[in-house]
């Protein structure tokens, strides 16, 4: 599975932006996909997770109730909407794939890395 992640930018605080998560590959409607990030000077953080059927999410609470995670997996694509945009919300955000049980906080739980995509949101 490879993946390729989209749709970083800079907004002011408030604003929104949509990520994607373009993935190829048959077998990536069955793999599980997490959004994580990374600002600077701080360690990766697990933002939102989707279980491959699509049917089971997982945000971290500083996102819960602002970000959403979906997935069109006829399109191979998982997205993650991001509304009401704090300053405290810049970092890279990466996507990430897994087989196995389900959703997975932890990075090293996952095989498949797409490269990062620049989220800025000036106050």
């Known amino acids: 599975v490879q993946l390729q992640a989209s749709g970083g930018g800079s907004v002011q605080a408030g604003g929104s932006l949509r990520l994607s998560c373009a993935a190829s590959?048959?077998?990536?409607?069955?793999?599980?996909v997490a959004w994580f990030r990374q600002a600077p000077g701080k360690e990766h953080e697990f933002v939102a997770g989707?279980?491959?059927?699509?049917?089971?999410?997982d945000y971290a609470g500083a996102v819960k109730g602002r970000f959403t995670i979906s997935r069109d997996n006829a399109r191979g694509t998982v997205y993650l909407q991001m509304n009401s945009l704090k300053p405290e919300d810049t970092a890279v955000y990466s996507c990430?794939?897994?087989?196995?049980?389900?959703?997975?906080?932890?990075?090293?739980?996952?095989?498949?890395w797409g490269q990062g995509t620049l989220v800025t949101v000036s106050s």
């Open positions: 989707i279980h491959w059927r699509g049917d089971t999410q």
């Open positions: 990430a794939a897994r087989s196995g049980l389900g959703i997975s906080l932890s990075q090293i739980d996952y095989s498949y």
């Open positions: 590959g048959r077998t990536f409607k069955t793999y599980h």
